[in-house]
């Protein structure tokens, strides 16, 4: 099993964290904190659902609200209501400054930093909704796209443009990915994709998960071990050679995953209005 300590958000009565507390991060009030990503610099960035958000909680120091605005709407009109973001949740890292941010209908995909700065980097139209954005094989940004009951590889221009690579025939839900590898999660499983060979076999099938409930996030280590977080359960680990093994108990479920820099474990609870991270590099556990 791997040990984590509430890192941000709510402590129960009967927990007190007295690192945290000095670092300010558990004044976070957060509102079901979905979405969960981790930059190269370790911070932390949380889609506040509940609260229309987006929190910045840096390794030391106070935890800040980020304005979640589209900036060049609120230039035109000056009206925040209009402007702002439908539940932004944070969907991958694009550099050292800034991450991928989505609203709620997945369409637009901005650039946020962390001084509250914002950019529309990418428009998908129609009825398309972005699940993620990742850094992939050869350092190129990659987008998953859902499209009524199809998904499609897209690879990111940081201009703006994109370019479909491949069509998935289903549905996908969570995304990540480390240098040559996207992982990908849908109703049957989870599939691997490489620039060599394409969509691969399924890593493991669902049946074989022992799930308790739905899967909403995906982890990669760098032992290419795949972790996903159960939105009512907790936290499961698939090594490389298939075995499955619960390595972090929930009470109430996660809501999303991530992997910092330092190789820990982070992962959110919204029923609980929390962030846990392990107490060790996901790479020292057994």
């Known amino acids: 099993m791997i040990n984590c300590d509430i890192y941000a958000g709510q402590i129960p009565d009967d927990v007190h964290d007295q690192k945290a507390t000095e670092a300010g991060r558990l004044d976070a009030a957060f509102a079901w904190p979905s979405g969960i990503e981790v930059d190269e610099m370790g911070n932390l960035w949380v889609g506040d659902y509940a609260n ?74 129609g009825r398309r909704s972005v699940v993620g954005v990742r850094r992939g094989p050869r350092g190129h940004l990659y987008a998953l796209v859902n499209e009524d009951q199809t998904g499609s590889i897209l690879r990111l221009d940081p201009g703006g443009r994109s370019e479909p690579i491949a069509k998935l025939e289903c549905r996908y839900a969570a995304l990540d990915a480390d240098h040559d590898v996207l992982w990908f999660r849908h109703e049957s499983g989870v599939t691997t994709w490489t620039l060599e060979a394409g969509l691969e076999e399924l890593v493991i099938q669902q049946g074989d998960w022992g799930l308790n409930s739905e899967i909403v996030g995906l982890a990669v280590d760098a032992q290419k071990r795949l972790y996903v977080v159960e939105i009512h359960s907790g936290v499961l680990r698939i090594d490389q050679d298939g075995s499955v093994n619960r390595v972090v108990e929930m009470q109430r479920g996660g809501n999303g995953i991530a992997i910092g820099p330092c190789g820990r474990l982070f992962v959110s609870s919204g029923e609980l209005g929390m962030i846990l991270r392990s107490t060790d590099p996901v790479s020292d556990s057994e």
Not at 62 to 80: E, F, G, M, V
Not at 107 to 116: E, K, M, Q
């Open 52 to 125: 229309w958000s987006l929190r910045f909680v840096p390794p030391t120091g106070p935890t800040s609200t980020l304005p979640c605005y589209d900036s060049a709407k609120l230039d035109r009109r000056n009206d925040r209501q209009s402007a702002a973001w439908s539940y932004p949740e944070p969907i991958g890292v694009l550099d050292q400054q800034s991450i991928a941010v989505r609203s709620v209908n997945g369409h637009d995909v901005f650039a946020l930093r962390s001084d509250g700065t914002s950019k529309l980097m990418w428009r998908f139209g």
